[in-house]
């Protein structure tokens, strides 16, 4: 490992800031908003963009480093340690208003970026232990369903009407939040019972996925209740509100407008290196585990992180994933930038 790759260790920075928001609190309850909203859009404006890739040399002694893995592995105790101090502190009481919003907005969206984004990573890879790790960072999201709709769906499904985390030209990120968030809940149903069937096995059993992840969501707010007060139980939903939403805005940016052409024969042409937008900011870049190199990650969806391509012919956002993610939030402007580059992908 080079000097290079400490550029990861940045990453860290995000879940600090939370820890700071709930140390600090009053007007520090946003800090971990401060960081991710303002900071990071603001340095990717002046920051210089890297399109550079790695000799298949160097790309092979990356993955074969292991600190690259332990670097996502770590998110899972600092994960759960910033939420059990988010229920304790508001379970201490005493908060006004702004900071139990400043707090949970804070912590929800260390729930997305170090949560559901380091979960993304870990559920595609093939051995069960990190498919473990991956699973119980998607609890705090209370959002388990995706391991399997978005391997499953999404995947299979991308940049097309029948993929409900790809987003329609002119559709608003507020009606997407829904159709995504709901469409994906119920798509991870249907494919968990259809591999069921396939295999001969009831789909009213133990051995439906969908079935366990609910119960163990439910036991853990329950959890939640019990060690804290039946009053944080709102507050541990409201994190997860916050860290889905953030990951539906992610699935709205990525993949905005892109279609894939209808064949003669009824299938979609090919996944290509066209269906994702990409940025090269680096900041977002590093803060996301490299997942703004998005087509690359869906023309090999088990090529790690770290190794992660730019290709020219990639569609290029003007602006890094945060920037982009604020500017969804008003729908005329988004539609004023992002309209005018979606007809030149057509």
């Not at 407008?257 to 290509?272: C, D, F, I, P, S």
């Amino acid at each position: 490992m080079n000097w290079k790759d400490i550029k990861y260790l940045f990453a860290y920075i995000a879940p600090m800031t939370a820890f700071a928001a709930l140390y600090y609190q009053g007007v520090w309850s946003f800090s971990t908003i401060y960081f991710a909203f303002i900071m990071i859009p603001l340095l990717e404006f002046i920051a210089p963009i890297s399109k550079e890739n790695f000799t298949a040399e160097v790309e092979q002694s990356k993955l074969s480093t292991i600190i690259f893995d332990w670097l996502l592995y770590i998110n899972v105790p600092i994960l759960w340690a910033l939420v059990w101090c988010y229920f304790t502190t508001i379970a201490a009481g005493g908060l006004s208003v702004f900071e139990q919003i400043g707090l949970t907005m804070s912590v929800g969206t260390l729930v997305s970026t170090i949560g559901i984004n380091v979960a993304h990573e870990l559920g595609h890879r093939t051995n069960k232990y990190e498919q473990m790790l991956s699973k119980f960072l998607l609890l705090s999201a209370l959002y388990m369903h995706f391991f399997i709709e978005h391997n499953g769906g999404h995947h299979k499904n991308i940049a097309t009407d029948e993929d409900p985390a790809s987003a329609k030209s002119g559709e608003n990120l507020y009606s997407f939040w829904i159709r995504s968030s709901v469409g994906g809940y119920f798509n991870a149903w249907k494919l968990e019972a259809e591999k069921l069937r396939r295999n001969g096995d009831a789909v009213f059993s133990l051995k439906n996925e969908m079935l366990i992840f609910q119960m163990i969501q439910i036991a853990y707010l329950v959890g939640v209740g019990f060690i804290f007060g039946w009053f944080v139980i709102p507050f541990a939903i409201a994190i997860a509100i916050n860290g889905f939403l953030l990951l539906e805005t992610v699935n709205y940016i990525e993949h905005y407008g892109l279609r894939r052409e209808k064949l003669a024969n009824g299938k979609y042409e090919k996944v290509t290196m066209q269906h994702s937008w990409n940025s090269n900011h680096e900041f977002g870049r590093i803060l996301l585990y490299e997942l703004t190199r998005h087509s690359d990650h869906h023309f090999k969806s088990t090529r790690k992180y770290q190794v992660l391509r730019h290709f020219d012919e990639s569609p290029q956002l003007p602006f890094g994933y945060p920037a982009a993610m604020i500017l969804s939030l008003l729908p005329p402007v988004w539609f004023k930038v992002m309209d005018p580059l979606v007809a030149k992908q057509s």
